[in-house]
C-alpha cells in the first residue's frame, strides 16, 4: 500500500518558520492531506490539496500562517507554517486519499509523521 512520507519538523522558536515535506506519488491520482495531533487532543484535520490542485483549509486557528503547495515533477506536496506559536506544538502527519477529507477516519493512507516543537 502506497504510504506518504514527511520530513522537515524540528525544534523552532515562536514566530519562526517550518517547511515540512510530503514525500508522495502520483499526485494526479491522489489527494494529500495535512493533519497534526497536539498531545492530549483529538488529531486536527490542518488542509488538503487534491488531485487536481484544488486547496480546501480546515483549521481556523492557522488561517494565514500555513499553506500547502505541491510540484508535481518532484512528487512532493509541502506544508509552509509561518509566524509558528507554541500552541502548533504536535505531530503533523500527511496522508494520502482519492479525495480531500477532514475526516481523519476516512480510508487515508498515512506517513510515520514528524514531530514539530514551537518553544524558546
Known amino acids: 500500500q502506497f504510504k506518504p512520507v514527511e520530513s522537515g519538523g524540528g525544534l523552532v522558536q515562536p514566530g519562526g518558520s517550518l517547511r515540512l515535506s510530503c514525500a508522495a506519488a502520483a499526485l494526479d491520482y491522489y489527494s494529500i492531506g495535512w493533519f497534526r495531533q497536539a498531545p492530549g487532543k483529538r488529531q486536527e484535520a490542518i488542509t488538503c490539496?487534491?488531485?487536481?490542485?484544488?486547496?480546501?483549509n480546515y483549521a481556523n486557528s492557522v488561517k494565514d500562517r500555513f499553506t500547502i503547495s505541491r510540484d508535481i515533477t518532484k512528487d512532493t506536496v509541502y506544508l509552509q507554517m509561518n509566524s509558528l506559536k507554541p500552541d502548533d506544538t504536535a505531530i503533523y502527519s500527511c496522508?494520502?486519499?482519492?479525495?480531500?477529507?477532514?475526516?481523519?477516519?476516512?480510508?487515508?493512507?498515512w506517513g510515520q509523521g514528524t514531530q514539530v516543537t514551537v518553544s524558546s
Open positions: 490539496i487534491s488531485r487536481t490542485g484544488a486547496v480546501t
Open positions: 496522508a494520502a486519499r482519492y479525495a480531500c477529507s477532514s475526516s481523519p477516519s476516512a480510508g487515508w493512507s
